[in-house]
């Protein structure tokens, strides 16, 4: 007995060891993949070489909001943390400090640069993009308790007006909050002609998150005996219950349960030893996949996902940043158009009316037809149809930039004040651009839907590898160990004396040891009623339809994602030769407006002697004179053009944020502390200046006219 007893203490301890090292590495192996570990790699037949996807970063979450949501509520010292509703900070949609820097004596003095700050801190559609970084956070927490991921929108919004540019995204437009196109991240979706429904498909995963089931019961019931087993004429019958049940899963395709049931039972049988009777038993159980469901590429699946998603969304808010500060751009160089234009229409307008009052004087003297009145007076009411047209251009495109700048425009003072460029274009240095390949290499290499095709096929390559292992059979094997005891008083309904006690079948008193929920308890854990064994469950699909069909489609999918990012390539090639070829085109579009300008100043210049000398008609003179606003005009739009088309550029080779040195920090977190830089352009350095004046050869450049200009505000 005592060598039996042995055996059974050494059997449980090592079967305790055991089921402790088979825990401690399921324990470990559950954790998702650290932020900075490199992602699986994809095949090399997968095209050619593509650059690395950037990392999300462990800490990115501080950039952007107060909480790290990758990461759920700490169960300590506030154990029930875990069970409260989780907040996110409200929308703030007060406008930033900087704001107030730029407004002084009721006027906004905007520079290009404070522009491309001001949008970054409050533009709309950036800061409904940065909630779509949260999202993807909350997409890796979810995952991390083996729940599959909900996806991410990781389409551009484009809801400021203004501006238009070419978007560099290739991905088909479509509805979806927090999106205003449909992204690659996510499951179950289709773009593009491509579907997505095995994404994430795969042995079912379960729960990581540790389960604690609890039961409590007290129930009295009375039972009309039917037969003479049952103890009593009527059995009544009183049951206390108390049980706990403990499951968890894990990454290798683990799962454990611990159960413990706890009863106390009252009768009036008289075949009940003890009377009230404590039963307890556990049970502590593990499964384990050998075949389907096995190992960490099936069990991690969602979590790789989830985190590569992340990765992507970190690409879509950069091209998020890049197409609203080039769309900013743009709306500058629309608002220095329609400044200088107003100017160039006023000018037209001035002359048109110095000449109805020349023609009004040499009509009075007779040297003049009446006629020439009535037609300088008609160019006069066009001059002045032009300034007005002018003058309503410049209030709305002073309204599209405050609109693209702020989150609200309900302050009195915000809204009603003229926004003043005070950068103009300029176009002093030769013209230089890279060479076609050098473009389009850079392009490339940067694009954020280049490194967003990458994370695409990496994540078709997690789901690739878990629907492969769907295809093999169930083989579960199983292993358990218990243990049960009973404790309680002799029941008084069987000892002799009682006189409920059965004639001649009574049991002296003590003839059991009256004992109590103590002793069932220790009976229960130290092995004096074991209960253990060890199986196996094989479930094995005959024709298995289904998962072949599956997996064919999977391999389907990942082909025509391989093909169409070769087709991106292809568009962003193709984008970004346009894009060169428009800009050398808009130079040259610039030089030939420059020129036409200064030859219709000095045709209006000659005609204006002439007219002096009596040389001339009136006639003549307005005809120059519109040729010279037509020209101007001309040249404003050239310049413009060219401008955009340097914005246009930059963008479809994701060199904006580097050009206009942001930081992308700073670009998260709503916070600019650095302002950017655009380059190319100059400070308006003559206030109320002439028209546009001839440049020297060799430099081209168009100076705003604008109102005299305070000190310009002190650099953040």
Request: aromatic share 6%.
């Amino acid at each position: 007995m005592p060598f039996h007893c042995s055996v059974n203490a050494l059997l449980r301890k090592a079967l305790t060891l055991a089921l402790a090292g088979l825990l401690a590495v399921p324990s470990f192996a559950q954790q998702p993949s650290a932020p900075g570990a490199p992602q699986p790699a994809v095949p090399s037949e997968v095209l050619v070489p593509m650059p690395q996807a950037p990392k999300p970063q462990g800490d990115a979450y501080q950039l952007y909001s107060d909480q790290n949501y990758t990461k759920g509520q700490s169960q300590w010292p506030k154990f029930w943390s875990v069970w409260t509703v989780r907040n996110v900070a409200p929308a703030n949609f007060t406008n930033t400090a900087l704001i107030d820097q730029v407004i002084r004596d009721g006027k906004m003095y905007l520079s290009i640069d404070q522009a491309v700050a001001l949008a970054l801190e409050n533009n709309l559609d950036i800061a409904i993009q940065r909630y779509n970084l949260i999202t993807a956070d909350v997409d890796i927490l979810r995952t991390s308790s083996g729940s599959p991921a909900l996806g991410v929108n990781t389409g551009l919004l484009q809801g400021t007006p203004g501006g238009s540019t070419v978007t560099p995204t290739t991905g088909t437009s479509g509805g979806g909050a927090g999106g205003g196109s449909i992204g690659l991240a996510g499951a179950g979706a289709g773009a593009a002609g491509i579907v997505t429904s095995t994404q994430g498909e795969g042995a079912p995963i379960d729960n990581f998150d540790p389960v604690l089931t609890g039961t409590g019961e007290e129930s009295h019931a009375i039972s009309p005996a039917t037969n003479v087993f049952a103890g009593a004429t009527a059995l009544n019958q009183a049951t206390t219950t108390a049980n706990l049940l403990y499951t968890q899963g894990f990454a290798t395709g683990t799962l454990m349960s611990v159960g413990w049931n706890n009863q106390r039972v009252s009768t009036n049988s008289n075949f009940s030893i003890v009377n009230p009777a404590w039963n307890g038993n556990f049970q502590f159980t593990l499964r384990q996949h050998l075949l389907q469901g096995f190992g960490f590429n099936s069990n991690l699946r969602w979590i790789k996902i989830a985190r590569n998603n992340r990765a992507i969304m970190d690409s879509a808010y950069q091209n998020q940043i890049m197409t609203t500060v080039s769309q900013i751009q743009n709306i500058y160089w629309d608002l220095v158009n329609a400044y200088e234009n107003v100017k160039v229409q006023q000018r037209a307008l001035d002359l048109a009316q110095k000449t109805l009052s020349d023609t009004e004087k040499q009509v009075e003297i007779g040297t003049l037809a009446p006629i020439t009145v009535v037609q300088s007076k008609s160019s006069v009411a066009s001059a002045t149809q032009n300034v007005t047209s002018a003058q309503t251009n410049l209030q709305l495109q002073q309204l599209l930039m405050k609109n693209a700048i702020t989150r609200n425009n309900t302050d009195p003072i915000l809204a009603n004040a003229p926004v003043i460029p005070t950068d103009t274009l300029q176009i002093s240095a030769p013209f230089e651009v890279p060479t076609v390949e050098e473009l389009v290499a850079k392009a490339l290499k940067n694009r954020p839907e280049i490194i967003q095709s990458r994370i695409n096929l990496t994540n078709r390559e997690v789901g690739l590898k878990a629907i492969k292992n769907l295809q093999l059979p169930t083989v579960d094997l199983f292993a358990f160990y218990g243990g049960s005891g009973l404790g309680g008083p002799q029941n008084p309904y069987i000892t002799c004396g009682n006189p409920a006690a059965p004639a001649g079948q009574c049991v002296p008193p003590g003839t059991f040891p009256d004992t109590g929920y103590g002793h069932a308890f220790t009976n229960t854990f130290n092995g004096s009623a074991p209960d253990k064994g060890i199986g196996v469950n094989v479930n094995i699909p005959l024709r298995n339809r289904q998962n072949q069909a599956d997996q064919v489609r999977s391999v389907i999918e990942y082909r025509q994602a391989q093909m169409s990012a070769m087709q991106q390539e292809n568009t962003i090639t193709l984008q970004v030769r346009n894009a060169q070829f428009a800009l050398t085109q808009n130079y040259a579009a610039l030089q030939s407006a420059v020129a036409a300008r200064d030859y219709a100043r000095e045709n209006l210049d000659a005609e204006q002697k002439k007219y002096s000398l009596g040389a001339s008609t009136s006639t003549l003179v307005l005809q120059a004179s519109s040729a010279l606003t037509t020209a101007e005009s001309n040249v404003l739009a050239a310049a413009t053009n060219y401008e955009k088309s340097r914005v246009q550029l930059d963008l479809f080779t994701a060199d904006t944020l580097s050009k206009l040195g942001i930081d992308f920090g700073e670009s998260e977190s709503g916070k600019v502390n650095k302002l950017p830089k655009v380059p190319g352009v100059v400070p308006a350095t003559a206030p109320e200046a002439a028209p546009v004046q001839a440049t020297p050869p060799g430099q081209n450049t168009v100076q705003p006219q604008t109102q005299p200009q305070p000190q310009p505000p002190p650099k953040q």
